[in-house]
């Protein structure tokens, strides 16, 4: 946006802490994509040896992980007009939760990180698409 003189207004203050918030939170899956794929089942502190399937399928599940974050990343600087992309990767997320979740009804409770990780994916992400809404429409986008 410009101001009447012609100089670029600032962003307003709930875009910028949004694309603050995205900036740390996405940390999360870049990070444990990158473990995920470097350390495969051993980044969980399981034993080995464990099937080689495990840890293709472990290896492959932690790049796309990787790739979530990036795409988050990606929607930081124009995050108002980044609507389909935003929400396409929040669902990703929350498909990923309501396994999650699956397997929590299924075989009982995880670790206190896999039910961090559900918290984020079924309460937090649908929140910050939320919010990145109501940026777009602050912003006079989507």
């Known amino acids: 946006m410009v101001n009447l003189d012609g100089r670029a207004q600032s962003a307003p203050r ?5 694309q603050c918030a995205i900036a740390v939170l996405a940390l999360i ?10 350390r495969g089942p051993a980044f969980l ?3 080995p040896p464990w099937p080689t399937d495990l840890d293709s399928h472990f ?15 990606s929607t930081i600087p124009d995050i108002e007009r980044k609507t389909e992309r935003f929400r396409l990767g929040a669902l990703m997320i929350v498909a990923g939760g309501l396994a999650r979740l699956l397997s929590l009804g299924l075989h009982g409770v995880p670790s206190f990180g896999h039910v ?3 918290v984020m994916e079924l309460v937090v992400v649908p929140l910050l698409v939320l919010w990145q809404a109501h940026v777009a429409r602050e912003a006079g986008t989507r």
Do not use: E, N, W
């Open 14 to 18: 709930s875009k910028r802490l949004l």
């Open 29 to 38: 899956p870049l990070f444990a994509g990158i473990f995920g794929v470097v």
């Open 45 to 47: 502190d399981v034993t």
């Open 59 to 73: 290896r492959f599940l932690s790049g796309v992980f990787l790739m979530l974050g990036l795409i988050f990343y």
């Open 116 to 118: 961090g990780g559900l």
